[in-house]
């Protein structure tokens, strides 16, 4: 049985993390053989790529940063996605191409086109069986970042527009990928969250 790849999207400070472990939890606990991975990282080649991209004490050209992302990407892909999902595992992804289509592609102004053509060759054309979006307004997700207490990375030094344009993509990514994507409200609790997120798999968890 092939595996399922579930990715997990949103601005930052809209509470990924806190998702995917919760439902890492539940699906372990249902039996299902499940990992949590991230990007960009996940696999040693691709973590040291991360540390690169998020170091704000580098200038990163826009066209340097998608091609870096989407070179994290295939190496995940290459090493721990394609054959997880072969051995019928399922993955709960921090991320995946629709975050590069929102930050680089709007975000950026490079084009969504653009950045979804490099992302197929990096990816080998592998799509989510489920994309879970965690809808906030860039405000109330700048203001949970605050409040976490960390310095902010090179992309979250970015002004107020650039976040702007990143959730108006998301909406719009959403709106023609219905099927696939499915927005949750994320200024809801953890475990409400949780709960709209399971709606959003029941079908795959009952398939």
């Known amino acids: 049985m092939h595996g399922r790849l579930i990715t997990i999207e949103g601005l930052d400070g809209a509470g990924k993390t806190t998702l995917a472990r919760g439902l890492l939890d539940v699906l372990r606990a249902r039996g299902v053989d499940a990992e949590l991975l991230r990007e960009p990282g996940g696999v040693a080649a691709a973590e040291r790529i991360r540390t690169l991209v998020k170091d704000p004490e580098l200038h990163v050209a826009p066209r340097a940063e998608a091609l870096l992302y989407a070179a994290a990407r295939a190496q995940l892909v290459e090493e721990a996605l394609a054959p997880a999902l072969a051995a019928g595992r399922w993955i709960l992804l921090d991320r995946f191409v629709d975050s590069s289509l929102a930050y680089q592609g709007a975000g950026r102004s ?19 069986d489920r994309t879970l979006l965690l809808r906030i307004d860039p405000a109330l997700g700048r203001a949970r ?3 976490r207490g960390e310095a902010p990375d090179r992309l979250e030094r970015e002004a107020d527009d650039f976040f702007a344009r990143i959730a108006a993509a998301y909406d ?35 398939g």
Do not use: H, K, M, Y
């Open 145 to 147: 970042q605050d409040g």
């Open 110 to 128: 490079l084009g969504i086109e653009a950045v979804a053509a490099i992302n197929a060759f990096a990816t080998g054309g592998l799509r989510p």
């Open 172 to 206: 719009e990514l959403a709106a023609a990928a219905p099927e696939r994507i499915r927005t949750l409200d994320a200024s809801a609790d953890a475990p409400a969250v949780l709960a709209q997120a399971l709606a959003a798999l029941a079908d795959l968890l009952d």
